[in-house]
Each structure stands twice: as C-alpha cells, then as structure tokens.
C-alpha cells in the first residue's frame, strides 16, 4: 500500500488545493476552528461557574472535556460534505474520466480521494479542539487529565476518517449527489449515537472504557477503509445507473446463492448446507474461542464481584424448579416456541448488529449470554453446588445442542462480515451482501432453527425434570 | 495499433456493444460512425481498460484491455464526451495534474504542454482559470490534455462538438497530424463532414453493432455503387449518345449534360473521352461527381438495418 502512496497523494493535493479555493469550505472550517471553540469557551465558563455555585463540582469537571469533544465534532460533521461527493460529484460534473482513464490502480484513486477528504475534518477538529483548551486556559478554566485530553483528540481523529471513510463508500456507491447527501443520515445517525455513548462515558470518568471505546471505533475505521479498498471498482462508477432499490434484482442474487446448484430440497441440505457448513471452518473456530473466552470471564467476574443476593437468590431455586416443571407439563408447545422463538430472535439481533461492523458486534448475543452463563454458574459453585451437577441440571441437556447452533449462526455473521470487508471475488458491495445473507440464511434454515428447535423443547421438557433429579426435588 | 476480436458489453439485461470485430493499423484514423446510443462510448471505454468486456477480446498498443489495463490506460490518449475539466484549476495546472498521474518528469510536462498549448491557440490562457474559458477553449485543452504523455494510440469521442467552425478546423488539422505522425486514432463522431475529412476507415454503428466497415473509398463505392462523372456541353444533346467504352453506363442525362457510371476510370475516361471530343457536340467541361458520405450512411443504414438484412460485419 506505501508504494501506491505517492501516486495517491497526485490525486490528494489536487482535491487539497481545490478545497483551498473553495470559500464555502474553507469558511465553515475556519469558524468551527477558531470562532466556535471561544464561543464554547464562554458556554463552559459559565456551566462550570453555575455548577460549581450549586455544588456539583464533579460533574463541572466533567463539562469541559464533553465540550472539548463537541468542538472536535462539529468541523467532521460539516466536512463530511466533501467526502460524500468526492466520487458521485466528480461523475456528476463529469470530470471523473479523464481520472478512471489514467493509468492509476483503483486503490490509489480511492486511497488518494480518501486522504484529501480526510484533511479538513482532521485538522478543523484538531484546530478547533487546541483554540478551545487555549481558550480554557486562557479563562483559567481547569483542564481535563491529560490522559481524557489524548483519548479525546486520538477519537476525534478516528472518527472523522471513520466518517470519511463511510461517506467515500457512499460517494462510490451513489448514483448522484443527492442521493449521496441523503444516505448521509447512515453515517450521521450511528455517528450521533457513538458521540452520545462517549458522552456518557466522560461523565463517568471512566477512563478504560473510553480507551476500548477508542480500540473498538479504530477497528471499525481499519474495516471501513478495507472495505472501500477492496470494492472500489472504476467500471462501478461509470456502470451504476440505479437511484432506487431493484429488489428483483436483489432477490434474485440472494436466491441464486441460496440454492446454489440444488434441484430438490433434499439436494440442497445435502450439498449446498453441507458446502456452507464447510466453509464456516475458521469463523467456527473464532467463536469457539470467544465462547470459551466468555465464560472464563463470566467466572473471573464473579470471583471480582459480590453477588450475595443472587446467591441467596440460587438457594431457593429448588421450589421454583417444581413450580417451572409444573408449568411446562411434557408436550405442551408453548414453552417450546417460545423458548425457540426467544433464541432465533437473539440470534437475528446478532445479524442485525454484525450486518452494521462487518460481523465484529454479531458475536455479542453469544458472548454477553456465555459471559452469564459463566457468571451464574461460578455463582452456584460459590454457593456449594458441584459445578458437575449444576451443569448436568441446568446447562448440559439443551445446552449441548443450542450453544453449538448460536456458535454456527454467529460465525456464519462473522464470515458475512468478513467477505464484506475483503471484497473477495471482486463482487459488488450489493453483490456480496446478498451472498452473505443467503450464506446466513442457508445455516439458519438449514441447521440453526431445527437445532435450537430441538433445544426449546430439550429445554422446555426435559431440563427442568433432569434438574429436580440432580438436586433431589 | 488496435484489435478488436468480437467485443461485447451487456449490463445486466441491456446490451450495449455486441461482436464488434476491427482492426486499426498506425498511422490510421478509423472513424466510428452512428447515432447516439449506438454503443461508441462503451466501445470506447472498453479500449481503454475502463470497462470490462463482458466477452471477447481486445488488444492496445500490444497489450489486453482485460489482463494489462494500466499498461493499456498509459498508452492511450482518451477524449470524452464531456471535456472533464476542473474549473478552479488553470490550464498549467491541470496539464502539471496529468502529467503527474502519467508519471512524466515535471520538465517533460512543460515542455509537451507548451508545445501543446502553442499549437492549439492557448498558450495565452494557460494562467487563466478553466471555468472562464469558452466551450471550444475547453474542448482543446481536454484535447491537449490527451496528448500530453504522448501516447501511441488516440481514442476520440465527438472531439469537435460544440466548437466554433474555426476551433474545429484547428482540432481537425491536430487529429490529422496525429495520424501522420503515426499514431492510432479511433474517432467517434456523428459528424458525416469530420469522417469524410479525417476517415482512413469508416464503421457505420447501430444499437451496439457495427453494420458495416471499410476503408473509406471502398465504403463510398460499396455504398453507392462506382464513381460518377458527368459531362456538360455548349449545345442540348438532343438524343445523340457517345460510343461507350466498357465499364461505363449512361445513368442520366439533362438538357445540356449527360452522367456516366465509370468502373475503372483510370482504363475508361480517356476512352469515352475521345469518343465525346470526336462526337457532333462542344464539350465544355468533364468532371466527377461528388458522392457524398451522407448519401452512403444513409444507404448503409438502410441497407442492412432491413428486418431480412445480414449484418455485414
């Protein structure tokens, strides 16, 4: 990538030099840089002072770096404009061929246009972020620590190429300007609601989270550029004559994959779900470890944390066992569809969440539920219960079939992700979202749903019964 | 030099470019001749390693538009359609942009561009920004920044439109030099004048399809048939008809005038042009006929665009 660089930066600081003589950039950047942070300045000298007046101290200090952040913001989300017409502007005004007809690689065409719009959000935030601690200083407003000023500034900077990088995925992929300005609410919505996060975590004071806040927005940074990197096609550019949504077309991607070469139903879970099945090898794997992983948290937590009421909680859980198997007689339906349904409708939350980070917060259902599963269990051990019998009674009957079923649904979202981000078969981005989606959906139908089927009425029927017999009920 | 062996574009179920087959030799200037929408630009682009074929095979400067697109790209000049000027940019600066990304020395720039800038008339604009210049202005620049890496093989997409008739003389004169100094030029144009002025070769274009391709005398003669040439005298002719040598027809004949189809003017005229002198009438004046490019586009496109027509090419 380094070697593509210098012919990047041809394409860099041309766009530079354009934006430096564009006033209705340089404008805007200027004020947020160097007029809004004062402005700011005043608005904290006067929360602080009010806060302080009222007693709150603490959350005076916290005042200052949340508008430390703000300031930072502000110039990213006004240059976000840049980005999204970087490509579909150039198309627009037609001065996009003379570029695809140069001999440069598609990366550093993207690589070039990535930078030059990354610039201005970057150093506006940065410029803005230092006129506004001079401005504190300058008011004798105290300074946040120097570790929350850092953490500060380096998320400013991860976010506004994060934001870049999403706007230059939709500039590539957007048919005209307006349609590009438009889908900049995919971009702003998530933006709002991380900033909102990160507020709140600055109010805490907590200084670890806001540094895996930071680890978690940079590894979606890396996959975003990774993903423009690896769809960017020039043809794309000149090709994309769609400015609405062509389901059919969708469709018929989404069940041309989902079939694949299949002639009878019984041929297609012979093959074709046998084929994906194969392909979940490493992915499987990955999530294994992250299961295990989750449960060796899940027990250290509860060897960190005091849980008496929830042990006190366990203690009278043989009544309860009666009462549960009593009210799930064997061979009543409805514990079991709702059990089932529970578990499929947590498992397409995790396609929900890895379908917006590339697969990475798709495996959060498996872990949060393992980190608990973890928990609970330490916590019976705590309480003089064998871990045997506690697994054998509670975990083991259903759980030996439905946690390898979230294992298998989970790492067919990471492998979505994945694909998504290498760009692997120089398909569309639409192209390959659709594969991801019937690769998902082949696992689900084909496996996951019978499997957790199986384990709603494991667990409905034969559980509760399994653990009266261990625990003697 | 260029080759084109059944070249296809599909998008999705629309096709753009189907079979095309051609070959452009240095030197030769081989004019695409159609309508709008009949698949020039995409051929174009294909030529250029912008697109993808979706099959077939094609081969620029001696390398595939498909296996070695940059290698191709560095060897191509390419004019489009729209001028792609930026107008904040001066015109040293957007020629200094495009000799970077072609990796030419900063020296090696200026002196093309200055030798560009002269030969085209805008030598004294070069410090002004593009967005005060004029249409024609804008589509020799775009034209000068095709050439600026000197490239071996010219793809020009309507290069005259929208100029002045005196920039489109000054653009012509340049493609015809190109030629001469032996690069491969494919000119897309739906002006009959350019491709007549320019043309070595001609391919009528229709709906993604070349209907017909030949050199440009064999075109004419294809099209409408041999040369014409007419007679005029001092007196009416009355019914009196010269000996005819072979190869030569009467077709038409006026008051004072008579039209002949000639086979083989070289062998016949001096032929029937004895037997006229020595005829009972003054002759006052021998002349060919100009066929006219227009007539055989239009001929052609009639021809084999009939529902039972084969397609030539």
């Known amino acids: ?67 430390l952040m703000i300031v930072g913001f502000f110039p990213i989300s006004v240059s976000l404009a840049l980005a999204l017409e970087s490509f579909v502007g150039e198309k627009e005004r037609g001065t996009i061929e003379p570029l695809l007809n140069s001999p440069l690689k598609d990366g550093q065409l993207y690589l070039g246009k990535l930078i030059a719009a990354a610039c201005a959000p970057v150093v506006g935030g940065c410029l803005g972020m230092t006129v506004y601690l001079l401005g504190c200083v300058w008011r004798g407003i105290p300074l946040p620590a120097g570790e929350m000023i850092a953490q500060i500034y380096l998320l400013t900077v991860v976010q506004a190429v994060m ?35 990160e ?36 043809e794309e550019l000149l090709n994309r004559d769609l400015d609405s949504l062509n389901l059919r077309e969708l469709w018929r991607v989404f069940y041309q994959y989902f079939r694949g070469g299949a002639t009878s139903a019984w041929d297609w879970y012979l093959h074709e ?35 008496p009421q929830f042990q006190q909680t366990l203690m009278s859980e043989n009544s309860k066992l009666q009462d ?14 709702s059990i089932w349904w529970q578990n499929v409708r947590a498992m397409l939350i995790a396609l929900a969440l890895g379908a917006v980070s590339f697969g990475i917060l798709g495996t959060l259902p498996i872990i949060l539920t393992l980190v608990l599963a973890g928990y609970v269990s330490a916590s019976v051990v705590a309480t003089g219960i064998p871990a045997g019998s506690y697994l054998i009674g509670f975990i083991l009957p259903h759980g030996i079939i439905e946690i390898p079923a979230a294992i298998l649904a989970t790492a067919a979202i990471l492998k979505g992700g994945a694909a998504l981000a290498s760009g692997s078969g120089g398909r569309s981005l639409g192209e390959q979202c659709m594969i991801s989606l019937a690769d998902f959906a082949r696992v689900m139908l084909g496996l996951v749903v019978p499997l957790l089927l199986i384990a709603a009425a494991i667990e409905a029927w034969v559980t509760p019964r399994v653990a009266l017999m261990v625990f003697g009920g | 030099m260029i080759v084109a062996e059944q070249l296809t574009k599909r998008f999705e179920n629309f096709l753009a470019v189907a079979d095309m087959s051609f070959s452009v030799q240095p030197g030769q200037v081989l004019v695409f001749l159609g309508p709008n929408g009949a698949g020039k630009t995409t051929t174009v ?41 930026y107008a904040r940019m001066t015109a040293k600066e957007y020629l200094n942009f495009f000799g970077e990304l072609y990796g030419l020395t900063p020296a090696e720039i200026c002196a093309r561009s200055a030798a560009l800038l002269e030969q085209f008339g805008l030598a004294g604009a070069r410090g ?95 099209l409408l048939g041999p040369s014409q040439f007419q007679a005029r005298f001092a007196h009416p002719v009355g019914d009196w008809t010269p000996t005819l040598p072979p190869g030569v027809r009467l077709v038409e004949r006026g008051a004072e005038w008579m039209r002949f189809t000639v086979d083989d003017p070289v062998l016949s005229n001096p032929l029937l042009l004895r037997q006229m002198l020595s005829g009972p009438l003054e002759m006052v004046a021998f002349e060919e006929v100009t066929q006219n490019l227009e007539s055989a586009y239009i001929e052609a496109v009639n021809r084999f665009t009939r529902p039972e027509a084969p397609h030539a090419a």
Not at chain 2, 185 to 209: D, K, M, P, S
Request: glycine share 6%; aromatic share 8%; with cysteine.
């Open chain 1, 199 to 234: 507020s709140m975590v600055i109010f805490w004071g907590k200084s670890t989270t806001l540094w895996w806040a930071l680890f978690g927005v940079l590894t979606l940074t890396v996959l975003l550029v990774r993903v423009g990197l690896a769809h960017f096609r020039r």
């Open chain 1, 273 to 307: 779900v046998a084929r994906t099945l194969r392909g979940l090898g490493i992915p499987t794997l990955l999530v294994t470890l992250l299961a295990v992983a989750a449960v060796i948290i899940g027990v250290r937590l509860m060897q960190t944390m005091d849980a």
């Open chain 1, 324 to 337: 549960l198997a009593n009210q799930w007689p064997l061979f009543d339906y409805h514990p079991v569809v």
């Open chain 2, 128 to 222: 002004r920004r593009l967005g005060t210049y004029s249409r024609g202005m804008r589509q020799k620049l775009a034209l000068i920044r095709a050439l600026v890496h000197d490239p071996p093989v010219l793809l020009l997409d309507e290069p005259t439109t929208a100029m002045d008739p005196e920039s489109a003389l000054v653009v012509r004169d340049a493609i015809r030099k190109q030629a001469g100094e032996g690069r491969t030029i494919i000119l897309c144009t739906h002006n009959l004048y350019e491709a007549e002025l320019l043309a070595h070769h001609i391919a009528v274009i229709r709906q993604g399809r070349i209907l017909y391709q030949s050199d440009k005398a064999e075109f004419l003669h294809d």
């Open chain 2, 45 to 85: 682009r294909m030529l250029s390693s912008v697109l993808r074929p979706t099959s077939g095979s094609a081969w620029v400067a001696g390398y595939d538009v498909v296996t070695h697109p940059r290698e191709v790209r560095a060897r191509v000049g390419v004019l489009t359609e729209q001028h792609g000027l």
């Open chain 1, 163 to 197: 934001m870049v990088s999403a706007a230059i995925v939709v500039s590539t992929q957007a048919t005209s300007v307006r349609s590009a300005n438009l889908l900049a609410s995919f971009i702003v919505i998530p933006m709002a609601l991380l900033v909102q996060g």
């Open chain 1, 1 to 67: 990538m380094l070697h593509d660089l210098p012919s990047a930066l041809v394409i860099t600081r041309r766009e530079l030099r354009d934006q430096m003589r564009d006033w209705r950039i340089i404008f805007p950047v200027l004020f947020l840089a160097f007029v809004f942070p004062f402005i700011m300045n005043f608005t904290a000298d006067q929360i602080v002072g009010m806060l302080r007046s009222y007693g709150v101290g603490i959350l005076a200090d916290s005042m200052v770096p949340f508008l």
